[in-house]
């Protein structure tokens, strides 16, 4: 697999100038070994020179406040809900940030992060799919269901919402 090379390479090359060079990545497919090293960074991601324990909560908080504001800045832009290529690339950005808070479980960020990507383009199939994932694991089934109807009202076009429909409501019934 051409991303599993990629990623034994981007490791080699971070392992040997991590002490003399700052990596950042723009992720755009998941690389599992870069998972402990990330750290929020706009709309990026810093590797850490070491794995860290844990995002700490000003690094939480410094995140949150430059995804909100950037995402006001975008939002207030008339040209930017008419320009399909600039609100899937920022609903991408934030919806990477929600996975790293999915693989750190936090649950409450990577909520906020998919919401945030879904408010920037309401049609990025993969976070809607994760989000109503979240809802049924966290047994809110009436919220997953109501946005999974949200969803197939803004991409009437996209055949995976029924089914999803179809797998939270089987779910809410065991």
């Given at each position: ?33 870069m ?10 991601f ?10 700490t ?31 899937s ?55 997953a ?28 019934s065991?």
């Amino acid at each position: 697999d051409v991303f599993e090379l990629n990623g034994i390479f981007a490791q080699n090359l971070f392992e040997k100038n991590k002490r003399d060079h700052t990596f950042y990545l723009e992720q755009s497919v998941p690389i599992q070994w870069m998972y402990p090293y990330l750290e929020p960074s706009g709309l990026i991601f810093k590797l850490s020179p070491e794995p860290l324990k844990e995002l700490t909560p000003a690094m939480i908080a410094a995140d949150r406040k430059f995804w909100d504001a950037y995402s006001q800045r975008l939002l207030s832009n008339p040209k930017f809900r008419i320009d399909d290529d600039a609100t899937s690339t920022f609903s991408k950005l934030a919806f990477w940030h929600s996975d790293l808070y999915h693989w750190r479980h936090l649950d409450k960020e990577e909520e906020y992060w998919l919401k945030m990507s879904l408010v920037l383009c309401p049609q990025l199939q993969e976070a809607v799919s994760n989000l109503s994932t979240l809802y049924v694991q966290q047994k809110r089934f009436d919220e997953a269901i109501a946005m999974i109807k949200q969803a197939e009202l803004d991409d009437p076009r996209n055949e995976l919402y029924p089914d999803i429909l179809t797998w939270i409501q089987q779910m809410q019934s065991f």
